[in-house]
């Protein structure tokens, strides 16, 4: 062997050695690209499980979002349409037992008019107000309120006028300025009248066309102002009274707090004017002055 061929040899085994590391650094690369690819795969893979797990979690929150939005709308819709559908002359009441209508003159006025309205809810009771017109506007929510929770109300004209002391023409303007505000609000126009100072005329029962609404319990409320003494006042209260007071003093609404539970205890019904006289049977004409409902 020439030392030419033993460098050959050592070239040839240099060369061989070299593709052997070229394989094996190949082989090794090669199950490093495909462990790295399994393990993106499978990285991958979780990605896509955990996205549907929070697409399928939030579907879970949106359909409860859309189970409570749908509960909402049907929870605060109700009672709203059950107000507006309120029964104002309910069906359910005893003609058997005893009934009183309270009345309430010259309101709306919210202090003291929500106070009663707030104890009559309270008692499954309910009242006539009487307003008067320039009032209305600015106490609109007081009256509203108390409209849809059955409570009846009618006139006591617009500008609390002595209607005895008016020509004809005079009292139907009063009448339609009153009719129109009223009917604004609550949608309907009133069907009863109170007239002011009590005063009554010939001319009045030719030219008004709604039944004329007067008392036969007087508490006074207006000048004693005290709860004590308007309570007094209603201590011998019968089946088919109406009961006059005025909803502008707290005194009243203090009384009324005490009286509403109490005559509920003796047994009677507290009704509008409108289911006494229905329950009484009494057909109410216009231009008539009704005093209590027997
Ligand atoms: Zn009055």
Same mark, same amino acid.
């Given at each position: 062997?020439?030392?030419?061929?033993?460098?050959?040899?050592?070239?040839e085994?240099g060369?061989?050695?070299?593709?052997?590391?070229?394989?094996?650094?190949?082989?090794v690369?090669?199950?490093?690209?495909i462990?790295?690819?399994?393990?993106?795969?499978?990285?991958?893979?979780?990605?896509?499980?955990?996205?549907?797990?929070? +697409?399928?979690?939030?579907?879970v929150?949106?359909?409860?979002?859309?189970?409570?939005?749908?509960?909402?709308?049907?929870?605060?819709?109700?009672?709203?349409?059950? +107000?507006?559908?309120v029964?104002?002359?309910?069906?359910?009441?005893?003609?058997?037992?005893?009934?009183?209508?309270? /009345?309430?003159?010259?309101?709306?006025?919210?202090?003291?008019? #929500?106070?009663?309205?707030?104890?009559?809810?309270?008692?499954?009771?309910?009242?006539?107000?009487?307003?008067?017109?320039?009032?209305?506007?600015?106490?609109?929510?007081?009256m +509203?309120?108390?409209?849809?929770?059955? #409570?009846?109300?009618? /006139?006591?004209?617009?500008?609390h006028?002595?209607?005895?002391?008016?020509?004809?023409?005079?009292?139907?303007?009063?009448?339609?300025?009153?009719?129109?505000?009223?009917?604004?609000?609550?949608? =309907? #126009?009133? /069907?009863?009248?109170?007239?002011p100072?009590?005063?009554?005329n010939?001319?009045?029962?030719?030219?008004?066309?709604?039944?004329?609404?007067?008392?036969?319990?007087?508490t006074?409320?207006?000048?004693?102002? #005290?709860?004590?003494?308007?309570?007094?006042?209603?201590?011998?209260?019968k089946?088919?009274?109406?009961?006059?007071?005025?909803?502008?003093?707290?005194?009243?609404?203090?009384?009324? =707090?005490?009286?509403v539970?109490?005559?509920?205890?003796?047994?009677?019904?507290?009704?509008?004017? =409108?289911?006494l006289?229905?329950?009484?049977?009494?057909?109410?004409?216009?231009g008539?002055?009704?005093?209590?409902?027997?």
């Amino acid at each position: 062997m020439s030392r030419g061929n033993k460098g050959k040899d050592r070239k040839e085994q240099g060369d061989s050695r070299s593709i052997w590391i070229m394989i094996s650094a190949a082989v090794v690369l090669g199950i490093v690209i495909i462990a790295m690819a399994v393990q993106l795969v499978r990285l991958n893979r979780q990605g896509e499980q955990n996205k549907s797990q929070i +697409k399928t979690e939030a579907s879970v929150d949106q359909k409860k979002k859309n189970t409570k939005e749908a509960e909402k709308p049907a929870g605060t819709k109700e009672p709203e349409e059950e +107000k507006v559908r309120v029964e104002h002359i309910r069906k359910d009441l005893d003609p058997e037992k005893p009934m009183v209508a309270l /009345t309430f003159d010259d309101g709306p006025y919210d202090r003291v008019t #929500n106070r009663i309205v707030k104890v009559l809810a309270k008692h499954d009771s309910r009242a006539t107000f009487f307003v008067v017109g320039n009032r209305v506007e600015r106490y609109a929510d007081t009256m +509203k309120n108390a409209y849809n929770k059955g #409570n009846q109300i009618a /006139t006591h004209t617009f500008d609390h006028g002595d209607l005895s002391k008016m020509k004809k023409k005079q009292i139907r303007r009063e009448l339609k300025r009153a009719f129109r505000v009223m009917k604004k609000i609550n949608g =309907e #126009n009133p /069907t009863m009248l109170r007239p002011p100072y009590g005063n009554v005329n010939d001319k009045m029962r030719q030219t008004i066309r709604i039944p004329m609404i007067y008392w036969n319990v007087d508490t006074e409320d207006w000048a004693s102002r #005290n709860k004590d003494k308007i309570l007094s006042r209603c201590k011998s209260i019968k089946d088919g009274d109406i009961v006059l007071m005025h909803d502008l003093y707290p005194s009243t609404a203090a009384a009324v =707090e005490k009286l509403v539970p109490k005559l509920r205890k003796k047994g009677f019904q507290l009704v509008t004017v =409108e289911e006494l006289f229905y329950y009484k049977g009494i057909d109410a004409k216009g231009g008539k002055v009704y005093f209590n409902g027997r």
